[in-house]
């Protein structure tokens, strides 16, 4: 199968991408950057670049939601690179002569808002906030693309866990210097998936033609931020555990901080549950088991 990924460079495409080419697949990257190309892959940084018919297109491109501060600036950007780079993206598959038959787009939990008390399942409508109403559009851009020859796999992701990136490196930095912490409360959701989860939950959404609409791609058991750090200092032992004041987030990150950080959501992977996924790493303890000591 030949496979088209934007924002391939990145977190999950950086894990994906050996995956895809082991089992025999080929592999575009569409990026920014100048890669060299390696057998079976490709970087172009035209969609238009793109010179063989493509079976199968994953969209993970986007400015990272928690790199910067909002600024009215960078919501442009986080917008521009999902919302619209998702249009553009579907218009150029609608043109191919060979229409590739799936499409998986990254959409993500914050699309349910925050909530201390719901339990989301992917029947839930989308919540308030930049960043629910940011993943719905990103979501709707998506949708144009689904036909009896096209089908469409929305991967609403929760926050990935691995060793080398992603929020848990941020997480874990205090833990090195033997204080264990969480934000705020300490009594807010945090729904987490360990990122062989997700390579391995886009790999049967590409292959099971059965699987299609919103996966709540996260792991069944999610935590409060406070069992997060009891769990983490399991595996590092720490001198003192303290929660960091909201109000301070709040100065140093703006807006960011209440809705990434100090709010957050329960979600449940019905549909992953429906389709027969079994989990690599369905509890926090075995995700970071795997994490911390490799
Ligand atoms: N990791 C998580 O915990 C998590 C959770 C929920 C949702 N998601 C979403 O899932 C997708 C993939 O996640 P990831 O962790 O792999 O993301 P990532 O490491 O931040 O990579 C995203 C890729 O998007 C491209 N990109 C970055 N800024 C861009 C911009 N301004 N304009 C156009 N392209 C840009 C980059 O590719 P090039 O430099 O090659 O162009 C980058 O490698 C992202 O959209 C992310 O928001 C991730």
Same mark, same amino acid.
């Given at each position: 199968?030949?496979?088209?990924?934007?924002?391939?460079?990145?977190?999950?495409?950086?894990?994906?991408?050996?995956?895809?080419?082991?089992?025999?697949?080929?592999?575009?990257?569409?990026?920014?950057?100048?890669?060299?190309?390696?057998?079976?892959?490709?970087?172009?940084?035209?969609?238009?670049?793109?010179?063989?018919?493509?079976?199968?297109?994953?969209?993970?491109?986007?400015?990272?939601?928690?790199?910067?501060?909002?600024?009215?600036?960078?919501?442009?950007?986080?917008?521009?690179?999902?919302?619209?780079?998702?249009?553009?993206?579907?218009?150029?598959?609608?043109?191919?002569?060979?229409?590739?038959?799936?499409?998986?787009?990254?959409?993500?939990?914050?699309?349910?808002?925050?909530?201390?008390?719901?339990?989301?399942?992917?029947?839930?409508?989308?919540? +308030?906030?930049?960043?629910?109403?940011?993943?719905?559009?990103? #979501? $709707? !851009?998506?949708?144009? &693309?689904? *036909?009896?020859?096209?089908?469409?796999?929305?991967?609403?992701?929760?926050?990935?866990?691995?060793?080398?990136?992603?929020?848990?490196?941020?997480?874990?930095?205090?833990?090195?210097?033997?204080?264990?912490?969480?934000?705020?409360?300490?009594?807010?959701?945090?729904?987490?998936?360990?990122?062989?989860?997700?390579?391995?939950?886009?790999?049967?959404?590409?292959?099971?033609?059965?699987?299609?609409?919103?996966?709540?791609?996260?792991?069944?058991?999610?935590?409060?931020?406070?069992?997060?750090?009891?769990?983490?200092?399991?595996?590092?032992?720490?001198?003192?555990?303290?929660?960091?004041?909201?109000?301070?987030?709040?100065?140093?990150?703006?807006?960011?901080?209440?809705?990434?950080?100090?709010?957050?959501?329960?979600?449940?992977?019905?549909?992953?549950? +429906?389709?027969?996924?079994?989990?690599?790493?369905?509890?926090? #303890? $075995? !995700?970071?088991?795997? &994490?911390? *000591?490799?």
């Amino acid at each position: 199968m030949h496979v088209l990924i934007t924002g391939g460079t990145g977190f999950i495409g950086s894990a994906l991408i050996p995956q895809l080419l082991s089992r025999g697949d080929s592999v575009t990257v569409l990026t920014r950057q100048t890669r060299s190309n390696q057998k079976n892959l490709c970087y172009v940084n035209e969609l238009d670049h793109v010179d063989q018919p493509v079976d199968a297109v994953i969209n993970l491109a986007g400015a990272s939601l928690a790199a910067k501060r909002w600024s009215a600036s960078y919501k442009a950007e986080m917008v521009e690179s999902r919302v619209n780079f998702t249009e553009r993206l579907v218009q150029w598959m609608g043109r191919q002569a060979q229409i590739p038959k799936v499409l998986i787009s990254g959409s993500a939990i914050g699309f349910y808002g925050c909530s201390l008390e719901q339990r989301f399942t992917e029947d839930f409508p989308g919540g +308030a906030g930049f960043a629910a109403t940011l993943c719905q559009a990103w #979501e $709707s !851009a998506a949708h144009v &693309v689904e *036909s009896e020859s096209t089908r469409l796999v929305l991967l609403r992701l929760g926050v990935v866990f691995d060793r080398d990136g992603g929020a848990l490196q941020e997480m874990i930095r205090s833990f090195r210097l033997g204080v264990g912490s969480w934000v705020g409360r300490g009594d807010q959701w945090l729904s987490w998936i360990h990122r062989a989860d997700v390579v391995g939950i886009i790999l049967m959404a590409l292959d099971n033609k059965a699987v299609s609409g919103v996966l709540n791609a996260v792991a069944p058991n999610p935590v409060t931020h406070r069992e997060f750090c009891d769990t983490l200092a399991r595996q590092k032992p720490v001198v003192i555990k303290l929660g960091v004041p909201g109000a301070v987030l709040r100065l140093l990150l703006g807006e960011m901080a209440d809705e990434l950080l100090l709010q957050g959501q329960y979600v449940d992977p019905q549909a992953l549950s +429906a389709v027969g996924y079994n989990f690599k790493f369905p509890s926090l #303890e $075995s !995700a970071l088991t795997d &994490v911390v *000591s490799r």
